[in-house]
T-cell receptor
Framework: AQKVTQAQTEISVVEKEDVTLDCVYETRDTTYYLFWYKQPPSGELVFLIRRNSFDEQNEISGRYSWNFQKSTSSFNFTITASQVVDSAVYFCALSEARTGNQFYFGTGTSLTVIP | DVKVTQSSRYLVKRTGEKVFLECVQDMDHENMFWYRQDPGLGLRLIYFSYDVKMKEKGDIPEGYSVSREKKERFSLILESASTNQTSMYLC??????????????FGEGSWLTVV
C-alpha cells in the first residue's frame, strides 16, 4: 500500500494564482516526520520543509504555507501568488520513528505556472 | 548548507559497459542513499549505507552494486549496463535533526543513458 499519496499528477495555473498541492499519508506510528521537496527542471530535489507529528502548527514561509492535519492524515502545501519559478515537480515524503532512516515518497505533482 | 555532489550530470554509456556513479557529501552524514527516478514511478531506493563499508539493499538492487570506502563517498556501480537502466539517478545523505528523526538531502542528479 502506498504510504504517501499525491493524487494530483499535474497541475497548471496562471501566474499569480494560488495553488494547493495535496499530500495524504498513511502510518501506524505515533511519531513520524513529513517533508516537502521541490524538483526544478535541473533535477536536484530541494528540501523545503520538515514537520514532526507532534507539532501540528501550520507554517508559513513567504509565499509558501503548509497545512498539517492529523485528523485527515494530510500535509498540504499552498503556494500563494504563484510565479513561473515555482514550476517544478513537488514531492511529499514520510519517515517513521520506528524505521528511522527509511523514507517514503509520493509520486510527485508536476506544477506548471503559465505566465 | 548541506552539499551532496554527484560527479557526473550527464552520461551516455554503451550496453555492457561498467558504469560508476560517484557521490560525495561534505557534512559528515552517516547515511547515504542511491535512488532511481523514472517518469510515473517516482523515486525508488536502490541501496543505502549507514556506515563505512556497510550497505543495505533497497527496493530495486538488481543490476547494481555500491561501494562505501570512506564516510563521505558513496558509489553506485552498474556492472554491465543495460538499456533498462537508462534513468535519472539521485544520491542523498541524511542527518539526524532535533527534536528527532532524519532529514534527507539530495544531490543534483545524474542522467544516465545506455545505448
Amino acid at each position: 500500500a502506498q504510504k504517501v499519496t499525491q493524487a494530483q499528477t499535474e497541475i497548471s495555473v496562471v501566474e499569480k494564482e494560488d495553488v494547493t498541492l495535496d499530500c495524504v499519508y498513511e502510518t501506524r506510528d505515533t511519531t513520524y516526520y513529513l517533508f516537502w521537496y521541490k524538483q526544478p527542471p535541473s533535477g536536484e530535489l530541494v528540501f523545503l520543509i520538515r514537520r514532526n507529528s507532534f507539532d501540528e502548527q501550520n507554517e508559513i514561509s513567504g509565499r509558501y504555507s503548509w497545512n498539517f492535519q492529523k485528523s485527515t492524515s494530510s500535509f498540504n502545501f499552498t503556494i500563494t501568488a504563484s510565479q513561473v519559478v515555482d514550476s517544478a515537480v513537488y514531492f511529499c515524503a514520510l519517515s517513521e520513528a520506528r524505521t528511522g532512516n527509511q523514507f517514503y515518497f509520493g509520486t510527485g505533482t508536476s506544477l506548471t505556472v503559465i505566465p | 548548507d548541506v552539499k551532496v555532489t554527484q560527479s557526473s550530470r550527464y552520461l551516455v554509456k554503451r550496453t555492457g559497459e561498467k558504469v560508476f556513479l560517484e557521490c560525495v557529501q561534505d557534512m559528515d552524514h552517516e547515511n547515504m542513499f542511491w535512488y532511481r527516478q523514472d517518469p510515473g514511478l517516482g523515486l525508488r531506493l536502490i541501496y543505502f549505507s549507514y556506515d563505512v563499508k556497510m550497505k543495505e539493499k533497497g527496493d530495486i538492487p538488481e543490476g547494481y552494486s555500491v561501494s562505501r570506502e570512506k564516510k563521505e563517498r558513496f558509489s553506485l556501480i552498474l556492472e554491465s549496463a543495460s538499456t533498462n537502466q537508462t534513468s535519472m539517478y539521485l544520491c542523498a545523505s541524511s542527518l539526524w535533526a532535533a527534536p528527532g528523526g532524519y532529514t534527507i538531502y539530495f544531490g543534483e542528479g545524474s542522467w544516465l543513458t545506455v545505448v
